[in-house]
């Protein structure tokens, strides 16, 4: 695979990190996730939880942020731009898949960049989340209530830190539902992946 970086965004419980593994193997690529944040702690000297938690933690804009606070940006802040040069130095040094972190946004202005997006119903996430080897047994509109937090916590960190909105369609190159099964989306991704390499010689 030569140059194009793929950036995978997804709603919770899609299995989307399964995808992104699944596209990494094919085309024999690296797969960031949460490396992002061992490589974040080893630069920022902070440990790998405090960076986890700082992800969770935003106020206001980072817009906001960076013309009120100066050099004081609040940590999750800081943790955002360092993620930010970490994805791409990654994107540099070759062809890589990015989950999440708004990897579509901050490689928005290079090319050979393939965003993608995994949605599905309600009940097919809840299927998978009752699946799961943690899964906890909870009646269907608990695990909706979950569901539906972890989607806020997602839409809410990259509508925080990006100009667009979470999942919106013309945000990204493919948008797949998971119910297509993990394989024939992770199929489609490699071909589109190929195909805007072979658009590009």
Same mark, same amino acid.
């Given at each position: 695979?030569?140059?194009? $970086?793929?950036?995978?965004?997804r709603e919770y ?13 094919? @085309?024999?690529?690296? @797969?960031?996730?949460?490396?992002? $944040? ?10 790998? /939880? ?36 970490? $994805?791409?130095?990654?994107? /540099?040094?070759?062809?890589?898949? $990015?989950?999440?972190r708004c990897g ?9 960049? @393939? ?7 309600l009940e097919t ?37 990006? /100009? &667009? ?5 013309? &945000?990204?190159?493919?948008? @797949? ?20 390499? /072979?658009?590009?010689?």
């Open positions: 695979m030569a140059k194009t $970086i793929i950036t995978l965004g419980c899609t299995g989307g990190r399964y995808i992104a593994e699944d596209v990494a193997k094919a @085309l024999g690529i690296k @797969l960031y996730d949460k490396e992002l $944040i061992t490589m974040a702690a080893k630069h920022s000297g902070l440990s790998e /939880e405090a960076v986890a938690a700082s992800e969770k933690r935003h106020t206001h804009s980072l817009l906001y942020s960076l013309y009120t606070m100066g050099n004081e940006l609040p940590l999750g802040d800081q943790v955002f731009i360092l993620q930010s040069r970490i $994805i791409k130095q990654l994107a /540099e040094e070759g062809p890589c898949v $990015i989950l999440g579509d946004y901050v490689l928005r202005e290079r090319p050979n960049v @393939l965003r993608t997006f995994v949605y599905a119903p996430r809840i299927q998978f989340a009752k699946s799961r080897p943690d899964a906890k047994d909870m009646p269907d509109r608990l695990w909706e209530t979950q569901l539906a937090k972890h989607d806020r916590a997602r839409a809410s960190y990259y509508n925080y830190y990006t /100009e &667009n909105r979470w999942g919106e369609a013309k &945000n990204y190159d493919l948008c @797949l539902n998971a119910t297509l099964g993990r394989e024939a989306c992770a199929d489609l991704i490699v071909a589109a992946a190929r195909a805007m390499q /072979e658009a590009d010689k």
